[in-house]
């Protein structure tokens, strides 16, 4: 089974600064990556997803991500916040089998 | 994407009583899977609810506490019996579709007292 770590638990940023919040999963096969978002409120919301090629992902809201296969990390980057991007922020895999592995979450508070 | 909704998106229940869960797509979808979140935790995958067949259920999670029924292509329930205080968690429906993505519902917050 697959297992996925989060470093940050809570990251406080003022509007503009840069985001990174990383992200470590532990299976040795092919995995599918994904980064989820949960703004106050709302239901949780797919932000970007890798399956194959680029590492470089873009997703919604101006947020990438780029998977690492020799360190087995999936970061997840904003070059500037917005107050609008507090929230809780999910990293995720599955093993081309739909069922998905979470991580414990990172709360993002930013602050206007 | 589908739009998934949920009933009842929060409820009050005693100990010992059973509350039924409700999930309904606005389209047809193969897959459909149950998770749990408990308070200031992750999301945790309960079962895969298999349309036509029993419900597929993840290690620690059993069929005599959390049944599951899927009747159709765009419905399921979660029913989550004998409730304890440490049941008390936010229940989430999705779905998959397309290659291996998931999209969820708005869930259902739950408290045991």
């Known amino acids: 089974a697959q297992s996925v770590s989060q470093h940050n638990h809570h990251v406080i940023l003022s509007e503009a600064a840069s985001l990174e919040l990383g992200c470590n999963y532990s299976y040795g096969g092919t995995v599918n990556l994904f980064w989820y978002v949960q703004y106050p409120g709302q239901h949780l919301q797919l932000l970007l997803k890798y399956f194959s090629g680029d590492p470089l992902v873009k997703g919604i809201k101006g947020f990438e991500a780029e998977f690492i296969k020799s360190k087995f990390s999936f970061n997840l980057r904003k070059p500037s916040v917005q107050w609008s991007d507090t929230a809780e922020y999910f990293c995720a895999v599955n093993a081309n089998d739909y069922k998905l592995s979470f991580g414990a979450g990172t709360t993002v508070t930013v602050r206007a | 994407s589908a739009v998934i909704s949920q009933k009842p998106s929060r409820d009050i229940c005693q100990r010992g009583t059973s509350l039924t869960i409700q999930c309904q797509v606005d389209s047809q979808v193969t897959m459909m899977f149950w998770y749990r979140q408990q308070p200031g935790q992750s999301l945790t995958l309960i079962a895969t609810?298999?349309?036509?067949?029993?419900?597929?259920?993840e290690s620690g999670f059993v069929i005599d506490k959390f049944p599951i029924s899927r009747p159709n292509l765009t419905f399921s329930t979660l029913t989550v019996s004998n409730m304890s205080p440490e049941d008390s968690s936010i229940y989430l429906c999705?779905?998959?579709?397309?290659?291996?993505?998931?999209?969820f519902g708005p869930g259902t917050r739950l408290t045991v007292t």
């Open positions: 609810a298999n349309q036509g067949s029993e419900a597929t259920y």
């Open positions: 999705s779905v998959g579709q397309g290659f291996n993505e998931q999209y």
